[in-house]
């Protein structure tokens, strides 16, 4: 069982075939990211704000006349990565908002339309709370202490991982849209470095850790239901201590999940294929729900575990998944992906000489290169 793997599920994740190697890192620009088309799992970037920072780049994105302007540049960015990104992958963009003439510009919300009108699919809107900031001067409104990570996607089937995410980062539960996330204490001499925390996150949901090196399907979790209740709520653990004190079997169980609470029946292996649930079991469910009452109802949504993966029907050996950042700065979004057992990629337009890889992804490439 790995550092990564839940108490409750069945299998670890699964090792790739092929090792991880080395990062690789382009000098580049965002717009023209030399990599192969369909080349890449996830991406995870946080553009230069709009007139915050002057970087010393001619032409650099961040420095436009106008907001739309940069929401433009931003547009040809996301239309280069897309060429590189999988049609199953994901796009993670962090943003955040600036002030013109007083008044915020709403930079997030002008890039979340634009980019809708661009074919982009946004899932989620996730709100970055950093729980300290940098000062601000301004006497007559509140310190900005937000900003906007983007989720988009490119067609609504995507490699998604909500069963690791949910265990690392909620309990077990969906933790849901607002990140609490503070700053870590050893940014480095990098002008706008963002928490490690954020890039594992964006990884642990979308980012594959085992893809096919033939077709490049990712490896999926397929969850398989139990009979376990979340015994952090009261009638999950009173139903628990009903079902337990009682001479009820987990086919009885079962047969409650299959039936539901409608009596209409579902497709679970346990009917008989028809659409109807089978005598036999609808005869289980019904002493089931006499015995548990109305409490019953808890069994029918209960804890899920991994039953195994499923991929593709090629013949092929698995290699890591490829995150990469096209803003990469000091390489944080690299360093959590090598970390994490993915491939990486970085782009810049001066990218860093001295990147620091993981510990753990260093001995093991040294270790498998001697």
Known sequence: MTENESEDSVVPYPDADLSVERPTIHESDARDVPQEDDSVDIIFTSPPYWQKRDYGFEDQIGQEETPEEFIDT??????EWNRVLKPNGSLFLNIGDTYDNRSLVGIPEMLMQAARENGWLVRNKILWAKPSGMPEPAPNRLANRHEYIFHF????????DLHAYSKEYG??????DIWNVGFDRNTGDHL????????ERALTM???????????????????R????????DQARRAMEIY???DLTEEHIRAVQAVGI??????????????RNADDVQELADEAKEVLGGYFREFTFPKKETGGWEGCDCDAPTEPGVAMDPFMGSGTTLQAALKMGLNAVGVDLDPVEDFQMPIQAKSKIESESS
């Open 74 to 79: 931003l547009i040809d960015c996301m239309d």
């Open 192 to 199: 706008a470095p963002f928490p490690s925390e954020l890039p």
């Open 171 to 176: 309990n077990g539960s969906n933790p849901g």
């Open 153 to 160: 996607t490119r067609n609504n089937e995507y490699y998604y």
């Open 206 to 224: 979308a980012g594959p850790r085992a893809v096919c090196s033939e077709c490049g399907q990712p490896l999926e979790r397929k969850m398989v």
């Open 226 to 233: 139990t009979t376990k209740l979340d015994e952090s709520r």
């Open 244 to 246: 337990e004190e009682s």
């Open 262 to 275: 409608s009596d209409a029946g579902k497709a679970m292996e346990i009917q008989d294929g028809t659409g």
